[in-house]
């Protein structure tokens, strides 16, 4: 196997680490005045380890977050104690949307590796938004994003075979690991393979078969969690994408 186009997950940590909140998804197009306003909106940074909650379900929404490293999932707990995955939040992602209409977060948000987190005071944000016009079309085209992409989780659950499932899953981390500037090609789950079991609703034993399947198409080379995607094309016609 090649390994050259396979994404080090650790190195595009410290390289993401390296960048300023300006340089994140939310304030793309902006120009350097208005870049530097939102820099200064940033109130803190916080490093989390791995298994520490960034907030909780419940707890009132006060900012969004960008994590300049580090990955996070999203767990919505039961009365049960039982955890549904909802999604996963990938450096240089606004972190935190889920509180936007009731004014409280409806899931825990938990860092999946060490990670840094840029914390932007909604309130100071929805304000610089309301005064620069491109900083308000950068938000509300993250919020269109987000919606796009709960509604593509939707119907990746609907899906009825597990490998179609499973190839929608990673169709769509190589397309947003390229959005972020990753080579493409390959990259490293930051996430468990039970954590991915829970996100789409299958058995631990359901991803490793498929997994398993699509290595064995020539779709995917699998090697613990690293992944190098063979075949895009075909695996986007086995998630039922555009390739």
């Known amino acids: 196997m090649n390994t050259s186009n396979v994404l080090d997950f650790a190195d595009f940590q410290r390289r993401c680490g390296q960048l300023s909140v300006r340089q994140a998804c939310l304030p793309a197009g902006i120009d350097p005045i208005d870049q530097a306003e939102l820099d200064r909106l940033v109130r803190r940074r ?3 380890d791995a298994g520490q909650a960034l907030y909780r379900a419940g707890d009132a929404m006060s900012a969004v977050h960008v994590a300049r490293c580090g990955t996070f999932k999203a767990v919505v707990p039961s009365a049960q104690g039982e955890a549904t ?7 240089g992602e606004l972190i935190g949307l889920d509180g936007l209409g009731a004014g409280r977060h409806r899931c825990d948000a938990i860092a999946l590796e060490p990670a840094d987190v840029c914390e932007l005071p909604y309130e100071a944000l929805a304000e610089a ?24 989780h939707a119907a990746l659950l609907m899906r009825r075979l597990a490998h179609e499932r499973v190839a929608g899953f990673l169709d769509d981390l190589s397309r947003r690991y390229c959005a972020l500037g990753a080579p493409p090609g390959g990259f490293r789950l930051p996430m468990a393979r039970d ?20 290595q064995e198409d020539g779709m995917l080379y699998v090697r ?3 992944i190098e995607i063979l075949d895009p094309p075909r695996l986007a016609a086995v998630a039922g994408s555009a390739a």
């Open 224 to 226: 613990g969690r690293r």
């Open 46 to 48: 916080r490093r989390l």
């Open 85 to 91: 995955v909802v999604a996963f939040h990938l450096p």
């Open 195 to 214: 954590e991915i079991a829970a996100y789409l609703g299958l058995t631990l034993e359901s991803v490793s078969r498929s997994l398993t399947r699509l």
């Open 129 to 152: 938004a309301a005064r620069l016009p491109k900083l308000r079309a950068q938000l509300h085209r993250v919020v269109g994003l987000g919606i796009a992409r709960d509604m593509d």
